[in-house]
């Protein structure tokens, strides 16, 4: 009886998903300004800074950055085995996968690639580093 009590349990559970099992989190989790900190690649030592402005809409991210223009990503389904967000920036692909940080902000590691990788005024690696949740009517403030 216990073996049969103890499989109907298996079944439900696969049927159901496992407890706690992360469903990812919603597209407005990531709105808000980002630092952008990155690596000129080959390895040249050359880092890049920008910043970044991610703001939900129906179809997905809007990304718009200083220097590195604009463009879209899409949330990923939480049980895929590749990036949790992919897209494009301008002509270039964009793919990152976010952790959360001590504070519960998004910390986004992001992977850029299609021509880039010499040019030493675009970064083929870079992290965000969440700074502010900005409302929806506030736009992207560049530094100087």
């Excluded at 920008?50 to 949330?75: K, Q, Y």
């Amino acid at each position: 009886m216990a073996h049969r009590t103890c499989i109907i349990a298996m079944l439900v559970l696969l049927a159901t998903g496992a407890p706690g099992r992360a469903e990812g989190p919603p597209p407005e989790f990531f709105a808000g300004t980002y630092d952008l900190l990155g690596q000129v690649m080959p390895a040249s030592g050359q880092t890049f800074a920008d910043v970044m402005r991610i703001t939900p809409f129906a179809g997905g991210l809007s990304v718009e950055t200083c220097r590195l223009g604009s463009g879209e990503l899409s949330l990923i389904a939480p049980d895929s085995h590749g990036p949790d967000l992919t897209g494009h920036l301008k002509t270039s692909t964009l793919r990152c996968n976010y952790h959360v940080d001590q504070g519960n902000y998004p910390l986004l590691v992001c992977g850029m690639s299609t021509g880039v990788n010499d040019d030493p005024s675009h970064p083929s690696r870079f992290v965000l580093f969440f700074q502010q949740n900005n409302g929806e009517a506030d736009g992207l403030t560049c530094p100087d």
